[in-house]
């Protein structure tokens, strides 16, 4: 959502419990959201210079599968993404995958 500058430092901002899913406190980067969640940063954490530089980024833009309120940080989880909307360098061919491991 562009509330920090890379997925690493969004993997830690998450570790280190500044962001509420749902209004609870979550601290594992791994934890799935589902369509309709709600995101946002901490009220204390809103102010870090790492979340106002990278909001005031525009190196980046938010995928269409989110709605992101900057003024407010808060955001929610519209729907699950396809693989034409994740960008990858090449065309990515699941069904490749699944019969290579298959073996």
Request: charged letters at 25%; glycine letters at 4%; proline letters at 7%.
């Amino acid at each position: 959502m562009k509330f920090v500058p890379t997925v690493f430092s969004a993997r830690q901002f998450i570790n280190h419990g500044h962001i509420k899913v749902n209004g609870i406190r979550v601290n594992i980067s791994s934890y799935m959201v589902h369509d309709g969640d709600a995101i946002e940063v901490k009220e204390k954490s809103r102010d870090l210079p790492l979340v106002i530089e990278a909001i005031s980024s525009q190196e980046r833009d938010v995928p269409d599968y989110m709605v992101v309120d900057f003024a407010k940080c808060k955001g929610s989880y519209t729907r699950q993404p396809g693989l034409s909307d994740v960008p990858y360098p090449v065309q990515m061919e699941p069904n490749l995958v699944i019969e290579f491991y298959s073996r």
